[in-house]
């Protein structure tokens, strides 16, 4: 039987836990992912034009975000599409936007095969370039681009996608590769370290948890490290699916390259409602498929599963950034339903799964 003074202290203590949790609640939605989360690694988000440059999308990212990483504006082929041609309006508008507002900015990315300075490796007479040629070209580029952002980029992908997942070589048989072998990742590397020593250094890839890739990709950096490259950090791009890769690949990886680097960032993280994965460029955009509570179910779970190894390795992962900010925006289609939040800039289950976490399991 409780006595009136126990009776008193329990019910004081109730009011008080449901006062406490309601307060945490509302103060919980006033503040953003990269608030619940400044104890363990900044949350980016990739940014196309429209979204520093519509107001409610400004205002999302402010609230939600402490690193932008350019989706498209930034890669050197968008930038400096002929030798004496630059475009710079979209990367400086990005840029500005972080300057204003005093965001990081992720430089995506230096040398990718996908969206290159393809004229680089072809001399005036049409040959393939030279090393020598080439280098110079190469060296020119990064320079240029690096020391115009090294007041804003904290961080450079500076060579993007270049090991194969699963062929008989190693190395993704790009036309970079095969004029110029591996030498054009040292030398890229080198390079961005010139323009910008203080700035980090990435390899990024996508399957990089996947055993057989992380392999390749861990052999290289270390290779690389080996004969002086400056590579400080790895680039895990976490093109997933609510099916995988599974936590226990993505624990594994992250382990293992923590082995050779101290910065890991999941550089493009989204979570697609079927059944691929990776950054290929040719895949599904899906079917019209609304997403229904079972979807929701198994990407807010998916998302939570990799949160949770995210936060567990939270002493080398320095950032965690979403690959474009809405549904809508998603290089996958909106039909995949990848992210955060829907096309009409609204939370999903799977936000409230990442950011209602338990800090202590
Ligand atoms: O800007 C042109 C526009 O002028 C033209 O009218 C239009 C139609 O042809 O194309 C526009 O360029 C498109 C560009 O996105 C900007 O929207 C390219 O065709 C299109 O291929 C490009 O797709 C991007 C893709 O990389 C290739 O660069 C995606 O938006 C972007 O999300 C995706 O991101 C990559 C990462 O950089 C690296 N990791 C994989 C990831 C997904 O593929």
Request: net charge positive.
């Amino acid at each position: 039987m409780m006595t009136y003074h126990t009776k008193r202290t329990f019910l004081f203590v109730l009011l008080t836990l449901l006062l406490t949790g309601s307060a945490n609640a509302q103060t919980h939605e006033a503040v953003g992912l990269k608030d619940v989360y400044r104890n363990y690694f900044t949350i980016g988000v990739a940014v196309n034009q429209r979204n520093v440059t519509d107001p409610t999308q400004m205002a999302l990212i402010k609230k939600e975000f402490n690193s932008i990483t350019a989706e498209n504006d930034m890669k050197s082929g968008s930038l400096h599409p002929k030798e004496d041609v630059w475009r710079w309006q979209g990367a400086d508008r990005i840029a500005n936007f972080c300057r204003q507002n005093g965001i990081k900015l992720r430089g995506h990315c230096l040398v990718w095969h996908a969206q290159f300075c393809d004229w680089m490796m072809t001399d005036k007479n049409g040959r393939p370039a030279s090393k020598r040629l080439f280098f110079k070209r190469l060296r020119k580029h990064i320079h240029t681009v690096v020391k115009r952002y090294k007041d804003v980029v904290y961080a450079w992908d500076v060579v993007n996608e270049a090991m194969d997942d699963g062929g008989p070589s190693a190395y993704r048989q790009s036309q970079l590769y095969k004029l110029y072998g591996d030498e054009f990742i040292a030398k890229a590397f080198k390079y961005a370290h010139e323009a910008d020593p203080s700035a980090l250094l990435f390899y990024n890839d996508y399957n990089a948890s996947m055993p057989t890739k992380r392999d390749r990709i861990y052999n290289m950096v270390k290779k690389m490290q080996a004969a002086g490259v400056p590579i400080t950090g790895i680039g895990m791009q976490g093109h997933c699916n609510i099916y995988g890769p599974s936590a226990q690949d993505v624990d594994a990886a992250l382990t293992k390259y923590a082995e050779l680097v101290s910065h890991i960032h999941i550089t493009e993280l989204d979570v697609r409602c079927n059944k691929e994965m990776g950054g290929q460029l040719q895949f599904s955009k899906g079917d019209t498929q609304q997403m229904t509570d079972s979807l929701a179910a198994l990407q807010a779970a998916q998302y939570a599963r990799l949160f949770q190894v995210f936060r567990n390795h939270k002493d080398v992962i320095d950032n965690v950034t979403f690959w474009n900010l809405c549904d809508g925006d998603s290089w996958l289609g909106v039909n995949n339903h990848p992210l955060l939040f829907d096309e009409h800039l609204q939370p999903k289950r799977a936000y409230y799964k990442v950011k209602h976490f338990n800090p202590n399991n």
